[in-house]
């Protein structure tokens, strides 16, 4: 390098090793997030030499081995990217520091725009998801999927069925064979129970599969599952279905949603919360069936891994 240029390195290494001591003493208390500070700081820095080329971040990685692996080349390079993707206001306002460095780097990588990898941030800190559950969403296609307005006959002023109901499902634990009968469905779904709760979303916990519900005149029913929402405080309850939308699902959930407002909710429940879970749905038939139900049920369908390409694709052609 030139004499200035060499100057120029020397007070980038300097300011480098300032912010890594200075952070190291934070890191103390707020682990992670003094690391992910770091690395943007550093990848700042590394970006405002751009046009020194490649032979910058080697010189820097040899200079910065008393720091260990983590200021290697590579790892040099992911923090130029990661300081390349977010600006310092995002960095703030968003929970980026309170996720780990491999689930960013997971993230930004997979994401094709920042509102993706910002929605997945969000998430992954709000639900608390380790980086293989990340990576499970990303393969899903979880934002894609939030995109889509689910088809709900009465939601909520303040939004809370919206956060509770979903267009559409992946049951990645079910295969065809699996969607030959509702039994064989449902018996899946509690085989898998874990997972099929984190596809429903934070705050479900399951009440009862073939739930019985007996009326005060002794007639007995058997809800297919009934849930508990914790942040809603409401009783959920699910019909599943292995075939298309139909008008006459709906009376069926709409007794046991107001049977069990009558029946099983408290002074400190909200209103019941009824969710049809089917194959498929038309929407027009589906919105004029529940047009003027006062009850909160929405519709959601469900799909298996190798049906969500064509599934996104038809919903973006309805759109466009």
């Known amino acids: 390098m030139e004499q200035s240029l060499e100057k120029s390195y020397l007070s980038d290494l300097d300011e480098i090793k300032k912010t890594i001591k200075t952070n190291q003493v934070k890191a103390l208390v707020f682990v992670n997030s003094a690391m992910i500070i770091t690395y943007y700081q550093i990848g700042t820095i590394i970006n405002e030499r751009k046009t020194w080329g490649n032979k910058y971040i080697r010189r820097l990685a040899e200079d910065l ?173 699910i019909e599943v279905k292995i075939g298309e939308f139909s008008p006459a699902d709906v009376g069926q959930l709409n007794f046991y949603v107001n049977a069990i407002d009558d029946l099983e909710k408290t002074d400190v429940d909200n209103e019941t919360v009824g969710i049809l879970l089917c194959k498929d749905a038309d929407s027009y038939v589906a919105k004029t069936t529940m047009s003027k139900m006062m009850s909160k049920i929405g519709v959601s369908k469900y799909k298996i891994m190798e049906e969500i390409p064509e599934y996104l694709a038809n919903k973006l052609n309805e759109t466009n």
């Open 65 to 237: 081995k008393e720091y260990g692996r983590g200021y290697s080349y590579e790892h040099l390079k992911k923090m130029s990217l990661f300081a390349s993707f977010f600006d310092k206001n995002e960095i703030g306002a968003q929970p980026v520091t309170q996720i780990p460095w491999g689930t960013i780097l997971l993230i930004i990588s997979k994401s094709s725009s920042k509102e993706e990898a910002i929605w997945y941030i969000n998430q992954a800190h709000l639900n608390n998801w380790s980086r293989k559950n990340v990576e499970k969403q990303l393969s899903q296609k979880a934002f894609e999927r939030k995109q889509i307005e689910p088809i709900i006959s009465n939601p909520d002023q303040d939004g809370r069925t919206d956060d509770i109901v979903k267009d559409t499902l992946v049951l990645s634990f079910v295969n065809k064979n699996d969607l030959l009968s509702e039994a064989a469905l449902k018996s899946k779904m509690m085989d898998n129970i874990v997972a099929f709760l984190q596809e429903l979303g934070p705050g479900f916990a399951l009440v009862g599969k073939e739930y019985k519900l007996t009326t005060p005149t002794n007639k007995n029913f058997y809800i297919d599952l009934l849930m508990y929402h914790t942040k809603i405080h409401a009783y959920v309850v």
